[in-house]
């Protein structure tokens, strides 16, 4: 879920033969890595399937429910894990999946398209529904989607929720969560005439995966295909209308300066002062339990701007793709059919994760996570393109955007970032 800036990476695609088992009761498949018995069942014996996770992305218990129900399914065959660490990752994906090193991986939702255009990745279009793709969640499948071809599978995904401290709403007389944007207005400006209330919500000026929900929720894109070239999308009705609400939202933050991001300073610092109402943020953002217990912190989507649904979200999250190169396709296919089944999904609920499919999301655990679940299903990604993380890189437009759009003039901000975002997704890599 961390975004790592993608290296460009030049994969062949890699036919491996199999030799031949020699064996009458077993028919050997060359191309799929596996051979089926004489009962038709699949054989993978002898064969081990290399699985890289990230640190920390694996839910508790899911590693060894996945490889006990595999391997038994599979008799003979090996699951081996290796857990990577974030720091230098995108080198060492480079190598692996040029190597054929690797069979299955996780990847960042935001990184999957740039491993899928360089020929990393495998297509698994016609494997979807195998796999269990049919109850996908449309709009956490869609980052692993690349010009029409399914290059992984999604894993999960969290959002940003409104986290506010319990002591300050009681004191400022405010009983019940807010369902709407008027609502929310109004809670924060008693709070910013509570005692002992610094800011009703802290939210700096370049909060862009706000904005971004905000934009999603008026059905805008930061960037759209228009022909064979991409153009930005902050200069249209949709964004205006996204960032009218934006305004609103970060003017009543009294201490969130228009020129920094949700990382200058880190919101958990300043939230866990203890003299901040609220915070729109992740669960990572949340202050350890010194600084603020647990229990004293309470969580709601950010409202909409009626309370039939929240506002929209961005939703950052991890698929599982299967190596181009990898000498075991077949065998990591149905890896995936087992490790993104039902149960090894409701793993991933139970760790306060949103699911891949949305009928599990009742199995999801936690405040945090119940507050997010409810905005995942009207949440969106990035524009699937291997050059987004080019857009991302600092100086990020959108972020001066913002910055721009609420010390200035709108048009002016809006047509400068559009023409630097088209102009860095339009680069040759």
């Known amino acids: 879920m961390k975004r790592q800036l993608i290296a460009a990476v030049g994969v062949a695609a890699m036919v491996v033969g199999l030799a031949a088992c020699g064996s009458d009761a077993k028919k050997d498949d060359t191309k799929t890595g596996s051979s089926t018995a004489a009962d038709g069942k699949k054989d993978y014996s002898g064969k081990t399937l290399k699985v890289w996770l990230m640190s920390g992305s694996a839910p508790k ?10 391997e038994s399914k599979y008799a003979g065959s090996k699951v081996e894990f290796q857990v990577q660490e974030w720091t230098g990752i995108g080198p060492k994906v480079t190598a692996a999946l040029s190597e054929g090193s690797v069979d299955v991986l996780e990847v960042g939702n935001t990184q999957t398209a740039g491993y899928a255009a360089t020929g990393g990745l495998l297509d698994i279009t016609k494997d979807k529904a195998a796999i269990g793709g049919a109850d996908w969640a449309a709009n956490q499948s869609e980052s692993a989607i690349l010009d029409g071809k399914q290059y ?7 959002n940003r929720v409104v986290a506010y401290n319990k002591d300050l709403w009681a004191k400022a007389g405010l009983t019940a969560t807010p369902k709407t ?6 809670a924060l400006d008693k709070l910013k005439t509570t005692e002992g209330v610094v800011d009703p919500l802290y939210m700096p000026g370049q909060e862009w995966y706000v904005y971004f929900g905000l934009l999603t929720t008026e059905g805008g894109k930061l960037a759209k295909k228009d022909g064979d070239k991409w153009v930005g999308g902050l200069s249209s009705p949709e964004a205006q209308k996204a960032f009218e609400t934006y305004k609103t939202i970060q003017g009543k ?21 203890g003299n901040v109402g609220s915070i729109i943020g992740l669960g990572w953002e949340l202050p350890d339990e010194k600084a603020i217990p647990k229990d004293k912190i309470g969580f709601f989507p950010l409202p909409g701007k009626t309370a039939d649904k929240p506002s929209g979200v961005f939703l950052g999250g991890s698929n599982l793709a299967i190596a181009q190169a990898s000498k075991n396709s077949e065998m990591a296919k149905d890896f995936l059919a087992v490790a993104l089944n039902d149960k090894n999904e409701s793993l991933v609920a139970a760790a306060g ?37 080019a857009v991302e890189n600092e100086p990020n437009p959108i972020k001066e955007f913002l910055t721009n759009a609420l010390t200035g003039d709108y048009a ?18």
């Open 181 to 186: 944007l008027d609502e929310f207005y109004a």
């Open 152 to 158: 992984a599978a999604p894993w999960y995904v969290t």
């Open 412 to 429: 002016a901000a809006a047509k400068k970032a559009d023409d630097e975002i088209a102009k860095r997704l339009n680069a040759k890599q």
């Open 253 to 273: 933050s009294l201490t969130g300066a228009k020129d920094k991001d949700e990382a200058k300073p880190q919101q958990k610092d300043v939230f866990g002062a």
């Open 61 to 70: 218990g899911w590693e060894d429910s996945v490889k006990t129900e595999f």
């Open 353 to 389: 994760l949103i699911p891949n499919k949305n009928s599990l999301n009742d199995k999801v655990v936690g405040d945090f996570a119940t507050a997010a679940k409810s905005a995942a299903v009207v949440g969106g990604i990035t524009p699937t393109t291997p050059n987004w993380a």
